[in-house]
């Protein structure tokens, strides 16, 4: 190829370079077309952390003719509950909840309409709550409990001063979700983000964390008494807690 043809074959590539690619750089018409233009960007933010705190909920029920019998097992059951839980777990923090008292009546069949009900029996019951961030040690502390009270309910969570480290940390991942969007916005405007200055942030929303759940003391049922066997370790996942975050921002071009 002569010098010539290849001196008009390089100004003819830059000239259809120039016509296919995209034009972001402003113009006057851009900045008069958007200037005191309001903007309202939505932006999101979340992190994630493994739960580092365990909520176990015990419990202990007795039934029996005598209502102080069924009451002294209750209380003694729950002593020795409280010294285990201390004995496997010194870091744990307890709290006893829901003693409870219920006569307990015959079958029905054959009982006549107006006619008072006779109590049989008494049930009495409670509850223990334990809280503990030392998850390695929850296994055997678990199993030992297991032989004088009933585990009754478990969830996992943050501690909440890592709760409070990530509240942080999300509500900085939202801000830079939101700045990146602006500056998205304003080049697909024709704008310089510098340009963009912001009016209103709005943060709101949140993480969430799943309520304690806590059964009815109608509806638990416990197996006939037995002389207690070792109980097997059990297996947990304590899982991960994701704290989420919505922002909101206005801004407006200069």
Known sequence: MRPI?????RITCAVVALAVAPVYAQTPSDI????????????????????????????????????????????????????IVKREDPSAVLKTRGYYTYPVYADDVGHSIGKPRQAVG????????????????????????QQLLTLNGLRF????????????????????????????????????????????????????????QFASPAAMRFAAKSEAAPIEEPSFEPGETTLQMQVTGKFKFK
């Open 122 to 145: 008494w049930r009495i019951g409670q509850s223990l709550e334990m809280t503990t961030t030392n998850l390695g040690d929850l296994p055997r502390t678990v199993a030992a409990v």
């Open 5 to 9: 043809d290849v001196k008009l074959f």
């Open 32 to 83: 008069a077309q958007t200037h005191g233009t309001l903007v309202v960007v939505p932006a999101f933010g979340e992190v994630t952390r493994a739960n580092d705190e365990v909520h176990a909920t015990w419990q202990v029920e007795e039934q029996d003719r005598d209502k102080a019998a069924a009451a002294s097992r209750v209380n003694l059951k729950m002593k020795q509950g409280i010294e």
């Open 157 to 212: 969570d943050l501690a909440p001063a890592t709760a409070r480290k990530l509240d942080q940390q999300r509500i900085e991942a939202a801000y830079q979700n939101l700045t990146e969007r602006i500056a998205a916005i304003a080049k697909a405007m024709g704008r310089n983000a510098a340009d963009a200055v912001l009016d209103t942030v709005d943060f709101g929303g949140g993480g969430t964390f799943p309520p304690s």
